[in-house]
């Protein structure tokens, strides 16, 4: 509907006068109101079983979208800290964590990435 608002507009010109051009912005200022109308008080979440290319799941900060195998859209949640997103064979995962301290590393599993400054 925004779209057809927009598009019964006429469109921006040579004024010939200040009343024209005024008569033009209180035109596109109705527009606007009339579009701002119509947009709908409430919001689905794309992660809902509204879309049927979706797996359903409640977003969290954090959380990342990505396409599954399916293929549908699917959250991968938030990593640990310091947590690097590594690409698998066809799906995102979380891998490797980096460490920057000035420490000597300890612990730690093993392809942690430590950087000592």
């Known amino acids: 509907m925004a779209i057809e608002v927009l598009r019964n507009l006429p469109r921006p010109r040579n004024f010939k006068s200040i009343e024209d051009a005024q008569r033009y912005s209180e035109d596109l200022l109705s527009a606007l ?3 701002q109308v119509e947009v709908p ?3 689905h979440h794309l992660l809902s079983a509204t879309h049927d290319d979706t797996v359903t799941a409640t977003p969290v900060k954090g959380d990342v979208v990505y396409a599954n195998a399916t293929p549908a859209w ?3 949640s938030a990593g640990a800290e310091g947590q690097v997103m590594e690409m698998g064979a066809e799906i995102p995962n979380w891998g490797r964590k980096i460490t920057i301290s000035s420490d000597t590393p300890s612990g730690g599993s ?4 430590w950087l000592k400054y």
């Not at 093993?110 to 990435?113: H, L």
């Open 41 to 43: 008080e409430t919001y």
């Open 33 to 35: 109101e009339r579009w």
């Open 110 to 113: 093993n392809g942690d990435i």
């Open 74 to 76: 699917a959250k991968l």
